[in-house]
């Protein structure tokens, strides 16, 4: 890994997160600087390792704590993706910390050990990490582990050796060992005093992480420019990959107000600053057959960096999230000093990865009808791989039906154009007509004229026009009692 060598710019100032109890403070981390550089380079801690620099193998694994209602929060995520200055004020955890003074090891680590869960060891780091994550989440609280949860937690972690099974044995024997406990009172008291102290003037650092919606607004009227981050799990790779520098960074991921899920009358408001995971969890409490599509959507430590604001505003055409919330009704409010506008998601974007916001605003909520009785709804993400890969067409439906005939329809659509579209021909075609196939197949004629795919590394716009409507014709059947297949359920082993 090439460190990254930052120009003589604004001064920024100082780092401090807590870790193996005590505060670390460094000063001149130049914005851009990833929590695996910091780790590796600056503090040799050469433990985290490097795999893709992408986010997608989970070699970097580190865990991160975070004070939320009074309890600590624990959240494996990717180090080589993540910026150094958003840990600021956090507890943070690296493979060298687990083991006692003593050198006892941690649960995570011993179970690793007796279940033969690492062969050539460079996956093994992210894996003992992600364990531990699940341990100080579930264990300790006295939850029982199962094969499920130990997967779902596992799922940002990649191994070409073991195939899996015993690792996974490993989250399952955790619980059986010799408990460890952290004390989380003190160290919930080391962050409260560590916020209390600034760590620098705010205003003229170049990177900032306002707390209050007011001061967010207030940074981006006065720093227009400045690059926008939440979780950073697409700017990172902006510096990993394309060695990116930033002069001015403006994180969204402290404001209180963009943290929060408000459950509204008739509509769920989603702080743009919420991970994806809580939003996910929460818009599956609300529909439940969303559960497979939320899993799918990227490893967990993914998901709990990155932020579905972030997933919204990046407008990426193979962005999962939108095709969903265009389906669902969503809306977008974007803010500035001067007010604030309100509009369907579908509107926010003009192009490839452009939109409507001026370059004082940010997106502040994205607004989610709650489900209503008779509603179906089905979203259908098509790639290469089940799991941990970039889809090539998404596509969400939602359907409600009375008598056998169609009252309305909201269709989301993506990789399929520049921009995540609705497709308001298609919709417009099965509005007020029979729930029969022969509609159907109508309106597929519709939804394949209305959208021209290109042809990339992932699918050639023939083979997206074809899934576009075989994607409609699948929902038809399904909903006429057809068993689909969910690979979610398939294993290539008995369970242990």
């Known amino acids: 890994m090439t460190p990254i060598q930052s120009a003589v710019r604004r001064p920024v100032k100082t780092l401090r997160f807590i870790r193996r109890g005590e505060v670390v403070s460094l000063r001149n981390v130049p914005p851009e600087r990833t929590l695996l550089e910091l780790l590796r380079e600056d503090l040799g ?15 970097c694994t580190v865990v ?16 080589c993706i993540r910026l150094a200055h958003s840990i600021d004020g956090m507890a943070l955890w690296t493979v060298e910390d687990l083991a006692a003074r003593d050198g006892k090891l941690h649960p995570a680590q011993q179970a690793m050990l007796e279940c033969h869960g690492s062969q050539c060891g460079f996956c093994t780091p992210g894996f003992v990490m992600s364990l531990f994550g699940l341990y100080q989440n579930h264990i300790c609280k006295g939850e029982a582990i199962t094969r499920a949860l130990a997967q779902e937690e596992l799922s940002g972690n990649l191994c070409r050796c073991t195939g899996y099974r015993p690792i996974l044995q490993a989250a399952l024997a955790m619980g059986n060992l010799p408990p460890v406990l952290l004390d989380e009172t003190a160290l919930l008291q080391k962050m409260e005093q560590l916020a209390a102290v600034p760590a620098g003037p705010e205003a003229d650092s170049a990177y900032k992480s306002p707390v209050t919606l007011a001061a967010l607004l207030a940074a981006r009227a006065a720093h227009p420019k400045a690059q926008l ?24 991921t402290r404001v209180r107000e963009l943290r929060r899920i408000e459950d509204q009358p008739g509509q769920l408001a989603i702080g743009a600053a919420v991970t994806l995971a809580d939003a996910f969890a929460a818009l599956v409490k609300d529909r439940p057959q969303l559960h497979n599509f939320a899993a799918r959507f990227a490893g967990l430590p993914v998901r709990n960096s990155g932020t579905l604001g972030g997933n919204v505003a990046n407008g990426s055409p193979i962005g999962d999230s939108m095709p969903l919330l265009i389906a669902l009704g969503a809306r977008v409010v974007l803010m500035s000093a001067h007010g604030q506008r309100d509009m369907p998601l579908e509107t926010l974007y003009t192009g490839y990865r452009q939109n409507v916001m001026s370059a004082d605003e940010v997106l ?23 799991d941990d890969d970039i889809s090539a067409v998404s596509r969400a439906l939602k359907l409600p039906t009375q008598h056998a005939r169609v009252q309305s329809a909201s269709i989301g659509a993506g990789g399929v154009a520049a921009t995540p579209m609705r497709a308001v021909q298609t919709e417009a075609a099965l509005a007020g007509q029979p729930w029969t196939l022969q509609t159907v197949q109508r309106a597929i004629a519709v939804l394949r004229a209305e959208f021209s795919p290109i042809s990339d590394m992932r699918a050639s716009s ?14 038809w059947l399904e909903s006429q009692g057809l068993q689909h297949s969910n690979l979610a359920e398939f294993t290539l082993e008995d369970e242990p």
């Not at 801690?45 to 070699?59: H, I, L, P």
Request: hydrophobic share 35%; proline share 1%.
């Open 462 to 475: 023939a083979y997206r026009s074809e899934v576009l409507g075989n994607l409609l014709q699948r929902f």
């Open 364 to 386: 502040a909520w994205i607004r989610v009808p709650k489900a209503i009785a008779g509603e179906t709804m089905r979203i259908y993400k098509i790639s290469k791989r089940y």
């Open 229 to 252: 981050v939440a979780g950073c799990t697409d700017a990172g790779l902006w510096v990993t990959k394309l060695h990116r520098q930033f002069d001015e960074v403006l994180d969204v």
């Open 45 to 59: 801690q050469v433990g985290t390792k490097e795999g893709c620099g992408e986010g997608d193998c989970g070699a």
């Open 64 to 79: 991160l704590g975070e004070a939320e209602n009074g309890q600590l929060r624990y959240r494996a995520i990717n180090s």
